[in-house]
């Protein structure tokens, strides 16, 4: 217990990175006889509470282990650039890339003289490009195509499967879709989001973690400034708190919120019955 003490006079608050850089949080104690003591949670983790007053357990080994992770990425990335740069290093003395390529495409085409001449080898060369073009512009719709379904498929499903949504928000998952869907990318098999600003949103349960689709969402909803029209009565709206379209049992949807949305979104909304209102 003397350890746990000390240790926690010496943290009274401490700087990590999480979904904005430079954000603090401080640690939440709680009075015994006199005495600072953490709060833990559940699992127990000592509570720190973020600017925004959530209140999330910190994960000290796993945020180690990530640390260490990072360093070694960070090693792996200098090791690659030394190597290419002792690479590139062989060219040094070529002064002007162009005219050593044009070199190389003359002796090429001296070499292919002996088959054909050099009118007939740039009818060749032309001809298999414009095959290649060909293949490479089929492939890329496919890939295209590809991405979409895939995109469709775990976007579209985890907006629909969504216990965020089933528990918070008071409009259907398509109109959240519409609205936010666009912040969602499919990266390497998973799920990335990104905020407003086009950095990647990141965990605050599990530092160093790229959020989980719900948790991110949750964010993005958080600092929408039309939320209160979308979420959920909290059931503690006292105070003068303005009640949202759950609470009063009608589908509105402000105009500036219906704005926002795209084509497919507005379609969605009218669809399903909603009311425009300033």
Same mark, same amino acid.
């Given at each position: 217990?003397?350890f746990f003490i000390a240790a926690i @006079? ?7 990175? /999480? $979904?904005?850089? #430079? ?22 983790? =000592? ?9 999330? !357990?910190?994960?000290? =080994? ?7 992770? *990072?360093? !070694? ?23 002007? =890339?162009?005219?050593?390529?044009e070199a190389l495409e003359m002796l ?6 002996? *088959? ?25 719709? /496919?890939?295209?195509? *590809? ?10 499903? &985890?907006?629909? !499967? &969504? ?12 109109? $959240?879709?519409? /609205?936010? #869907? ?7 098999? @998973? ?12 965990? /605050?349960?599990?530092?160093?973690? $790229? ?13 929408? =400034? ?7 009565? &909290?059931?503690?709206? +006292?105070? +003068?708190? @303005? ?11 402000? @105009? &500036?919120?219906?704005?926002? *949305? !795209? ?16």
């Amino acid at each position: 217990m003397a350890f746990f003490i000390a240790a926690i @006079r010496m943290v009274s608050s401490v700087t990590v990175g /999480r $979904l904005k850089p #430079g954000t603090n949080m401080k640690l939440k104690t709680v009075e015994i006889n006199g005495k600072q003591y953490a709060e833990i949670d559940t699992a127990g983790l =000592p509570v720190y509470v973020h600017d925004d007053g959530k209140e999330i !357990g910190f994960d000290a =080994p796993l945020a180690t282990k990530k640390i260490t992770e *990072l360093n !070694g990425e960070a090693k792996n990335h200098r090791l690659a650039k030394e190597a290419a740069e002792e690479k590139l290093a062989k060219f040094a003395a070529i002064e002007d =890339p162009k005219k050593a390529i044009e070199a190389l495409e003359m002796l090429s085409k001296i070499d292919q003289k002996k *088959l054909l001449d050099a009118g007939q080898v740039d009818q060749v060369k032309a001809e298999i490009t414009k095959n290649f073009q060909q293949q490479l512009d089929e492939e890329k719709q /496919r890939s295209q195509m *590809l991405e979409k379904q895939l995109y469709d498929s775990m976007i579209g499903g &985890s907006f629909a !499967g &969504s216990k965020y949504i089933a528990d918070k928000i008071a409009i259907p998952a398509d109109l $959240l879709q519409a /609205r936010f #869907g666009q912040a969602f990318k499919v990266e390497e098999g @998973r799920i990335v989001a990104y905020d407003a600003s086009g950095n990647k949103i990141y965990s /605050r349960a599990k530092p160093g973690e $790229l959020a989980q689709f719900d948790e991110a969402l949750e964010f993005l909803v958080e600092n929408y =400034p039309q939320k209160d029209y979308i979420l959920k009565a &909290s059931g503690n709206n +006292g105070g +003068g708190s @303005r009640p949202t379209q759950h609470d009063i049992g009608q589908k509105t949807m402000k @105009r &500036s919120a219906f704005d926002a *949305l !795209g084509v497919a979104g507005k379609q969605n909304a009218l669809k399903d019955g909603i009311t425009i209102v300033d």
